[in-house]
C-alpha cells in the first residue's frame, strides 16, 4: 500500500469503500501544520468514526467522489469531539486519534450501498466544479420535459397502432 499521489482535499461527503464495497463516507479533512489534507474523518456505515491517514489511501477518485482503500487499511478510532476554553477564554473544539485501530464493517453491497447511500452526509457543493442549485433546477425541468415528452409520443404511437391513422 503506497502512499496516494492524488490530493486528498476536498473529499468531505466522498464514500470510502475497499476492493470488496463501501464502508463508508469521509466527514471532513484533517490538515497539518502547514496546512495540507493529511487524513480524513471517515463515518464507517455501523456509525463509528476513524481517522484514514493520507498513506492508507489507495485512490482518490475525484470524478467518482470516492476514496478508495486497501482491504488491510488501518483507520484509527477517533474519540468523542470535545468543546473546552482556549487560553484566551474562547471555546476550542478538538477531536483526537486514540490509537487504537477500528475494525471495517462488512462492505454493502449493492442493494445495501444504494440504502446507505441514502444517509450520506450532505455536502454542499460550490462553484469550482460543484453543482449549482440553477444547474439543479434546469435539470430538473429537462427531465419533467422528455419524461412529458416520451408520454405524449407514447400515446400517439398506441393510438396509431391501433386505429391504422394518426388520432388527429
Known amino acids: 500500500m503506497g502512499a496516494v499521489a492524488t490530493a486528498i ?16 463516507w469521509v ?6 501544520d502547514s496546512d495540507s489534507a493529511t487524513a480524513l474523518a471517515v463515518r464507517l ?10 498513506d492508507q489511501i489507495d485512490e482518490v477518485a475525484h470524478e467518482r467522489r470516492a476514496v478508495t ?29 486514540t490509537g487504537a485501530t477500528l475494525e471495517l ?23 469550482d466544479g460543484g453543482i449549482s442549485t440553477f444547474r439543479t433546477i434546469v435539470a430538473m425541468f429537462a ?11 407514447l400515446d400517439i404511437l398506441i393510438a396509431y397502432l391501433a386505429t391504422g391513422h394518426p388520432p388527429y
Open 105 to 127: 464493517p462488512e462492505p454493502a453491497g449493492v442493494v445495501r450501498g444504494a440504502l446507505a447511500g441514502l444517509h450520506r452526509p450532505a455536502v454542499p457543493r460550490t462553484t
Open 69 to 97: 482503500i486497501a482491504a488491510g487499511a488501518r483507520i484509527l478510532r477517533l474519540e468523542q469531539p470535545h468543546v473546552h476554553d482556549g487560553p484566551d477564554g474562547a471555546p476550542v473544539a478538538s477531536w483526537a486519534a
Open 45 to 54: 456505515l455501523d456509525g463509528r468514526r476513524g481517522l484514514l491517514i493520507r
Open 27 to 32: 466527514e471532513e479533512m484533517w490538515l497539518d
Open 9 to 24: 482535499g476536498n473529499c468531505d461527503g466522498y464514500s470510502v469503500g475497499t476492493p470488496a464495497g463501501m464502508v463508508g
Open 143 to 153: 427531465s419533467i420535459a422528455v419524461i412529458g415528452l416520451a408520454v405524449i409520443g
